[in-house]
């Protein structure tokens, strides 16, 4: 039974790994998750969180109208949710209680205006 339960989760696992993976590090210097064609990187200084958005070919996408954008962050055995505000040109940002910690993992997730959903997975470094 074993071999056909690893057999169905690796089917059912390897599609949403494919939808969202690190692409490089980007332009503001954090890490850059590609999102069903979105790039979202993540920069933490201290307790503030930004991320900026981007599209495929590396152009701003405008934050403005995002709805329940938030961060979860899970560090130490604990999480906690993060608002994340949308701030011109193309950042969400938001402020953590503790600046993050190595092996800190961070989820954003947000709805975009124009109704695109974005999601990405960090682990700050």
Do not use: C, Y
Not at 96 to 113: E, I
């Amino acid at each position: 039974m074993k071999p056909i339960w690893i057999a169905v989760t690796s089917a059912v696992a390897l599609p949403i790994a494919a939808l969202v993976h690190e692409v490089a590090k980007g332009p503001n210097g954090g890490p850059v998750m590609d999102s069903s064609g979105h790039h979202v990187e993540m920069v933490a200084k201290g307790a503030d969180l930004t991320l900026f958005l981007t599209d495929e070919a590396d152009k701003p996408l405008a934050a403005a109208g995002a709805k329940n954008a938030r961060a979860i962050v899970q560090e130490g055995g604990k999480t906690a949710t993060v608002p994340l505000q949308p701030a011109e040109p193309n950042k969400l940002v938001g402020q953590l209680s503790q600046p993050l910690g190595k092996g800190a993992r961070v989820v954003v997730s947000a709805t975009l205006a124009d109704g695109h959903a974005v999601q990405a997975r960090f682990v700050n470094d």
